[in-house]
């Protein structure tokens, strides 16, 4: 075991902390990956304050992964010591179920192993994320960085990003196609860069006047305040598809009105959405669907279009020090769009603890 540097909440309530934890050595089909940016997902918040469920304490957060290889195993063949990598919000899977083997990972029928707040499959270790030095991770789960995208910003398009791209490609969204986003922020303003770039018209729907400007710069073709009800009547049965990213409860009528005959709704964001009316989807075949991540063939598939594409997540730089008031401003909405640690920052740090299992 190898002895790393990193930040964990030790309970629900305690702000995140230097602490010390234990990687597995490096075994024949696995990478090691020196971590040289981790992104901050709102789920990296959900998960540290125990909000989804009991959380497996210490947690050190982070699933936004990208770095270089530091080591490999005898039998890996895709990666070699200096290449670029990035770890996501996975780090296995059984493998074997009919999920896994269409590489839809993130389905897994016998559940998928999350990059932290999981136990690993063979030892029941805690899995640890991004928010630490070093991670070991099996090749099979190691994604390929393209060397032309800046490095920092790709962070983010390991959850944001493939939580965008996997609907739009399952969809077939591309040219001739009407999409609407929901919701601007560290997903929405990744929805507008990818469909935008697959030939959609893209509409950005906001709460906020001050928001359309954002969004037209990141590429959207329009924009509607959801608010103003004149406008969201004007575009009623406008479009083929729409994402919602809000986080938090809301109605759905008011979007589906918006669709097309045969639209589909796809929620990437609230756990609890209200107001589907039966009504809205019969009387226009409309459907609402849900959307988790991408598999790991579907996530290279986004990295190498983002590559094509030249697109990155907007960011802003933070040292793994400023993670707690980092949290607080993202609950306050206050970050455009995506914090990235910059891992550097946690060299020299006080070890802390040391994690137990």
């Not at 930040?7 to 990478?31: H, K, M």
């Not at 210490?58 to 080591?71: D, K, M, Y």
């Not at 994320?129 to 099979?140: A, C, H, N, Q």
């Amino acid at each position: 075991m190898t002895k790393v540097s990193a930040y964990a909440a030790q309970n629900a309530s305690s702000p995140l902390a230097p602490f010390e934890i234990e990687r597995r050595e490096v075994g024949p089909t696995d990478v090691q990956i020196e971590i040289l940016y981790s992104g901050v997902c709102h789920s990296d918040i959900h998960q540290a304050r125990s909000e989804w469920g009991p959380a497996l304490y210490p947690i050190v957060p982070g699933h936004e992964i990208v770095g270089r290889v530091t080591a490999v195993g005898g039998q890996v063949g895709k990666f070699k010591v200096g290449d670029l990598a990035g770890v996501g919000c996975m780090v296995d899977s059984c493998q074997h179920c009919d999920s896994c083997a269409e590489g839809l990972e993130q389905y897994c029928e016998n559940g998928n192993t999350q990059t932290y707040n999981s136990r690993e499959r063979e030892s029941k270790a805690l899995t640890f994320g991004g928010y630490s030095t070093s991670i070991v991770v099996r090749e099979e789960f190691v994604l390929r960085v393209p060397e032309s995208l800046d490095l920092k910003a790709v962070a983010p398009l390991l959850c944001a990003g493939i939580t965008m791209y996997s609907p739009l490609n399952h969809w077939k969204i591309g040219a001739g196609h009407k999409v609407a986003i929901v919701g601007l922020g560290g997903l929405g303003h990744m929805g507008i860069k990818l469909a935008a770039a697959m030939g959609a018209e893209v509409t950005m729907f906001t709460t906020s006047q001050g928001k359309a400007d954002d969004a037209l710069r990141l590429g959207a073709h329009h924009v509607i305040i959801s608010t103003d009800r004149a406008a969201m009547k004007a575009a009623r049965a406008s479009f083929d598809f729409i994402l919602s990213t809000v986080p938090t409860t809301h109605d759905l009528n008011p979007y589906l009105a918006t669709l097309k005959r045969d639209g589909h709704l796809v929620i990437v964001g609230a756990i609890d959405p209200v107001g589907v009316h039966g009504g809205q989807l019969i009387v226009q075949r409309r459907s609402v669907s849900g959307s988790n991540i991408g598999g790991i063939h579907e996530t290279q598939q986004m990295l190498d279009f983002c590559a094509e594409h030249g697109i990155v997540s907007e960011v802003e730089m933070i040292d793994m020090q400023d993670i707690n008031a980092a949290y607080e401003r993202m609950l306050k909405n206050d970050v455009k769009y995506r914090f990235v640690i910059d891992m550097a920052s946690l060299k020299g740090e006080p070890k802390g603890e040391s994690a137990a299992d």
